[in-house]
């Protein structure tokens, strides 16, 4: 098979930038793990050093919060400002880009207040076995 008839056959992949769901890459980004918690706290509260952040975040590793702040520093939404003093310190605030989210934010924080009674009554409901039918599930 020549390699012209072979790329005829091959199967087209859509480009990347093509998305099923808009959403979907704004949800990996803003809404992974520890990012939720690293802008809400720094749209929050305002600019911020590393121990800062680190106390303020419950659970979170140094390790995490490293990988997290450059990627969020890379995907620009953290700004990283070094100060070469002794010792070196360095603090983290939200971008504009960053602060873009707030409204977002604004409105989950909202909806939870709301709704998240509502989910843990659901579960309670789901999760009851005599109130469950005997059917199996798929």
């Known amino acids: ?46 600019r911020q050093r590393f121990v800062e952040l680190e106390r303020g975040i419950e659970g979170i590793t140094p390790k995490v919060l490293t990988q997290r702040l450059r990627q969020l520093e ?5 700004v990283r400002t070094y100060y070469p003093e002794v010792p070196p310190r360095a603090e983290y605030e939200i971008s504009e880009l960053g602060r873009s989210l707030g409204p977002l934010f604004a409105t989950l924080a ?27 599930h798929p």
């Open 1 to 46: 098979m020549s390699a012209r008839s072979n790329r005829s056959t091959r199967t087209k992949i859509a480009p990347v930038s093509v998305q099923v769901c808009p959403v979907g890459p704004v949800v990996d980004i803003v809404f992974s793990r520890w990012a939720t918690p690293i802008l809400w706290t720094l749209n929050e509260y305002g």
């Open 110 to 136: 909202e909806w939870s207040t709301a709704n998240l009674d509502r989910i843990e009554q659901a579960r309670i409901d789901y999760d009851e076995p005599a109130e469950r039918p005997s059917a199996q």
């Open 74 to 78: 890379r995907d620009g939404l953290v």
